[in-house]
């Protein structure tokens, strides 16, 4: 298996993190970028159990290197050029990590949870086991 050095793992139970994935897939040109929803054998491999414990963050793993909370999705928004990305000079890290830690914290009630984990089978930019 080809080892991708931008990594995203995501809550594949969460149904805003699922869309967000879709959002990255669909922005992601280049398709350099590997997905693994946090409860895969992938994840449990390669992330520390504190990381797979919490659940409240996006994790991006880049270079062996692990970033949470607004710093994955601001290096995620880089990582596909997109606009959005500007929003890191605008907003504290300190700010963005409130707004981020407040919306993690009340994504299964506005959003809703999958009753299983799903994920494109196929679809070689995602690592599962």
Request: net charge positive; glycine share 2%.
């Amino acid at each position: 298996m080809m080892k991708s050095n931008f990594v995203i793992y995501y809550d594949g139970f969460c149904i805003l993190c699922s869309r967000a994935m879709d959002f990255s897939l669909s922005h992601d040109h280049s398709k350099n970028i590997y997905y693994s929803p946090i409860q895969s054998d992938y994840a449990k491999r390669t992330l520390d159990q504190k990381y797979i414990d919490d659940m409240n963050t996006v994790i991006v793993k880049k270079n062996n290197k692990i970033f949470t909370k607004s710093k994955a999705a601001f290096m995620i928004l880089n990582q596909l050029n997109h606009p959005l990305r500007y929003f890191k000079f605008i907003l504290p890290s300190f700010l963005a990590d409130i707004c981020y830690d407040f919306v993690a914290k009340k994504r299964y009630n506005w959003f809703g949870k999958k009753e299983e984990c799903i994920f494109p089978m196929h679809n070689s930019q995602f690592l599962i086991d």
